[in-house]
């Protein structure tokens, strides 16, 4: 089957834009993840959706960035008044989600944001 | 608080020869470590996993990695490496909360170069 898909691969945009990046998890995972990953550095988590819960926001680095996810399907990532520091590979993964078991993540491909 | 530090951004290996890539995790609960890899222009692929149980942990391609509570470490090994091995690894640690959801903390990563 399909796995988690991420749209544009690339985004070139200029400093103050703003900027959507989207998500489809893999289809019936209820987690879904945002992770950012910049030059020389790890994976940094952004915010996580699960089901109807409320996300958990606390990785966002500033209230530029939000995030939605309509039920268990399709994810959008904004960043608003883009910086130059927020180039980075923006990363999504989903899951499924069974109590307290391990629930493997399957990682999109990324969508690359350059700033300029 | 969970974190991971990986020794070494880069490693060079022959081919034929011995990896290890290091990492080594702080946490403050008892850990789920996990290793990840990169390849070029793709998303990110479990490699192993550690969660509870045996120590010594095999994955996919011939890798494995051992938990060890004492050195509070997870170490990537393979006997033999393979052209194909070349990528960036990256180590996580996360600990499962009551949904199953797992915020996944990742290590800086570590690039593989694969010499023939």
């Known amino acids: 089957g399909a796995g988690v898909s991420q749209s544009p691969s690339n985004k070139v945009t200029e400093k103050g834009k703003d900027v959507e990046l989207r998500c489809d998890p893999i289809?019936?995972?209820?987690?879904l993840y945002w992770y950012r990953q910049r030059l020389g550095q790890g994976l940094e988590f952004l915010i996580y959706?699960?089901?109807?819960?409320?996300?958990?926001k606390s990785g966002l680095p500033s209230d530029r960035f939000s995030a939605e996810r309509t039920g268990e399907s399709v994810s959008t990532l904004t960043i608003q008044r883009t910086q130059q520091e927020d180039s980075a590979v923006y990363l999504c993964?989903?899951?499924?989600?069974?109590?307290?078991?391990?629930?493997?993540?399957?990682f999109g491909p990324g969508t690359r944001l350059t700033v300029l | 608080a969970q974190s991971v530090t990986q020794l070494g951004s880069h490693v060079s290996v022959s081919e034929g020869a011995l990896v290890l890539l290091r990492c080594n995790y702080s946490?403050?609960?008892?850990?789920?470590l996990f290793w990840y890899v990169q390849y070029p222009n793709q998303g990110l692929q479990l490699l192993l996993k550690?969660?509870?149980?045996?120590?010594l942990v095999k994955g996919i391609n011939g890798f494995e990695a051992e938990f060890k509570k004492s050195e509070t470490s997870f170490h990537l090994t393979k006997p033999s490496a393979h052209m194909s091995d070349a990528a960036e690894y990256f180590c996580?640690?996360?600990?499962?909360?009551?949904?199953?959801?797992?915020?996944?903390?990742f290590g800086t990563g570590t690039r593989l170069t694969v010499i023939p």
């Open positions: 993964a989903s899951s499924a989600s069974s109590g307290r078991a391990f629930n493997e993540q399957f």
């Open positions: 289809s019936g995972h209820t987690a």
């Open positions: 959706f699960q089901g109807n819960s409320a996300p958990d």
């Open positions: 946490s403050s609960v008892p850990p789920y």
């Open positions: 550690y969660t509870t149980g045996a120590t």
């Open positions: 996580a640690v996360t600990r499962i909360d009551q949904t199953g959801a797992n915020n996944l903390f």
